[in-house]
T-cell receptor
């Protein structure tokens, strides 16, 4: 089992819709969770981070964390074509480390 | 620009050559990370510095790879005797103290001929 799992997609949504991106992780003790956006040929850009169970909202983005289910998601409201990118889920595991473990990413396509 | 800076942006070299990459962190970020990313994969952790101390190295990091961060400022990553499998994007990320998140530089794309 991979430590961080994401559906590779592509996830296709129409402009203006809500895009829902999901991620599961295997280490139950994981403490910190991050979403990065990566455009083709570019480096990852931090979108959201969440440390506590529940929802965290920032503009059009909402991160949701459920530690009991080992599940973290990213909702993008009013999706725009410029949101088309790969979204990487990253987890800081519970053991004594500061590194991030990344999923393989979900490719999002927003069509006009 | 006060973001994480990486140099060079692209490096093409022949198999067997040595290469060195540089990363300049965001000012006052004391934590610095190196990751490697290949096509279709997420970044994989290579090594981590807190100030000048190298605190963690991945088992992926063979003895051909070495990283330094003298004086706790910029960092270098050297690959000796490059192999075809070293072709990847090498990403540097830095973070401040506590639980502050990591921010990535633009990366160095390495191509081995």
């Amino acid at each position: 089992q991979k430590e961080v799992e994401q559906n590779s997609g592509p996830l296709s949504v129409p402009e203006g819709a809500i895009a829902s991106l999901n991620c599961t992780y295997s280490d139950r003790g994981s403490q910190s969770f991050f979403w990065y956006r990566q455009y083709s040929g570019k480096s990852p850009e931090l979108i959201m981070f969440i440390y506590s169970n529940g929802d965290k909202e920032d503009g059009r983005f909402t991160a949701q964390l459920n530690k009991a289910s080992q599940y973290v998601s990213l909702l993008i409201r009013d999706s725009q074509p410029s949101d088309s990118a790969t979204y990487l889920c990253a987890v800081n595991p519970s053991y004594n480390t500061d590194k991030l473990i990344f999923g393989t990413g979900t490719r999002l396509q927003v069509f006009p | 620009d006060t973001g994480v800076s990486q140099d060079p942006r692209h490096k093409i070299t022949k198999r067997g050559q040595n290469v060195t990459f540089r990363c300049d962190p965001i000012s006052e970020h004391n934590r610095l990370y190196w990751y490697r990313q290949t096509l279709g994969q997420g970044p994989e952790f290579l090594t981590y510095f807190q100030n000048e101390a190298q605190l963690e190295k991945s088992r992926l990091l063979s003895d051909r790879f070495s990283a330094e961060r003298p004086k706790g400022s910029f960092s270098t990553l050297e690959i000796q005797r490059t192999e075809q499998g070293d072709s990847a994007m090498y990403l540097c990320a830095t973070a401040g103290t506590g639980s502050q998140p990591q921010h990535f530089g633009d990366g160095t794309r390495l191509s081995i001929l």
